[in-house]
Every structure is written in structure tokens, then in C-alpha cells.
């Protein structure tokens, strides 16, 4: 950050009086420019045995798998976050959304809340952010092109709660994966 997006003043990183950690400061107005991480939403929609998976239109990881996830509006639940990612990448409806997982991704400022839900219909298609939309078992879940390490850990731990016959709610951080060696 350069310029106040209140003034248009230049801005200093220092941490400013009463706090802790460095911030974005406007010279000009005093302004405290706080950043803060993203929430994404995220729905694991089911249609009995199978799950909605969506091939990514868009980058970040182009053509990867993924579920309906995208990040939060203002003015909006989690929980209708979820729902609308669902229709915008998928064109489908869930409903009895239940939280899933909360996972911490701080190497990139994200937080990920996951539900898991029905379709509403097993009426589906592509949206504008997705290749296009399957239902699947968890066997043919693409488990080495699926988008985001996020994802893979949320559906291993759906899978198994639901091998279980007992759904639990998880909150786990997801680190970054060691580089392999040269």
C-alpha cells in the first residue's frame, strides 16, 4: 500500500500508538489502514452417495477440481456465501447447509468455512467459473488434480465422518506444503 484510500496521502508502515503489530498509516490524515485476512465459503453439496465437484474456469489453478467456494460479501451470512458460490459456479441450490470445517490458512490471509449440504435438485451446470460440474463418488473424486490443498483435507475428512456415520465439525490449520528438494 502506497496512498490513504480515505486522502490519497502517502501512507508509512509503522506501528501505530496503542497497538502491536505494523499497519499502513496515512501521513496526511492519520488514517490506520488495517488489512485483514479473507473469509472464503465453501459448500461440499451432496446428492445421496455423490458430491458436486466444479472444474476451475479461472485462475488461480485453471482446470483443477474443486467445490463451490469463493470469498465472502459484505452483507451476507457464511452461510448464504456458501449457498451463493454454489449457484454462481454451479448453477445448483443446496439446502440444510451444516458447518463442516473451519480451516486457518494463514501463509495467505485466507480462512476457510466449510458446509456440507444437499442439492436441492440434482439440476446442475456450469457457471461462469467452472469448466464444468460433475457429481461424484469418492472414488472418482480427481484427488490429484483438485485445486487447493484446503479442498483435499476437507473432503478426506468428510469422506471419513461419513464412513463414521457421524458428522463433526473440524477447524485445523492447512500450512504451506515443504518445497521438495532440488
Known amino acids: 500500500m502506497k496512498y ?37 465459503a ?4 451432496c446428492w445421496g452417495e455423490r458430491i458436486l465437484l466444479c472444474r476451475r474456469a479461472i485462475q488461480p489453478r485453471h482446470g483443477l477440481w474443486t467445490v463451490p467456494a469463493g470469498f465472502m460479501e459484505n452483507g451476507e451470512t457464511v452461510a ?6 454454489t ?10 447447509l ?12 485466507q480462512v476457510y468455512i466449510m458446509f456440507h449440504a ?5 439440476r446442475f451446470s456450469a457457471g461462469a467459473e467452472s469448466l464444468e460440474v460433475r457429481l461424484v463418488t469418492e472414488e472418482e473424486v480427481p484427488w490429484d488434480a483438485l485445486a487447493f490443498p484446503v479442498v483435499r483435507r476437507s473432503l478426506r ?15 485445523l490449520d492447512i500450512l504451506p506444503s ?5
Open 80 to 85: 448464504q456465501a456458501a449457498a451463493r458460490e
Open 87 to 96: 449457484i454462481e459456479e454451479a448453477c445448483a441450490e443446496v439446502e440444510e
Open 118 to 122: 444437499h442439492l436441492a435438485a440434482p
Open 178 to 182: 515443504p518445497m521438495p528438494p532440488s
Open 42 to 45: 465453501g459448500c461440499i453439496a
Open 98 to 109: 451444516r458447518l463442516h470445517g473451519l480451516f486457518n490458512i494463514p501463509h495467505i490471509s
Open 157 to 171: 475428512l468428510f469422506f471419513s465422518d461419513r464412513a463414521r456415520g457421524r458428522y463433526e465439525t473440524h477447524m
Open 4 to 40: 490513504c484510500s480515505h486522502c490519497a496521502q502517502p501512507v508509512a508502515l509503522k506501528v501505530p500508538a496503542g497497538d502491536s503489530l505494523p499497519r499502513f498509516v496515512c501521513d496526511g490524515c492519520g488514517r490506520i489502514h488495517y488489512q485483514n485476512p479473507k473469509i472464503v
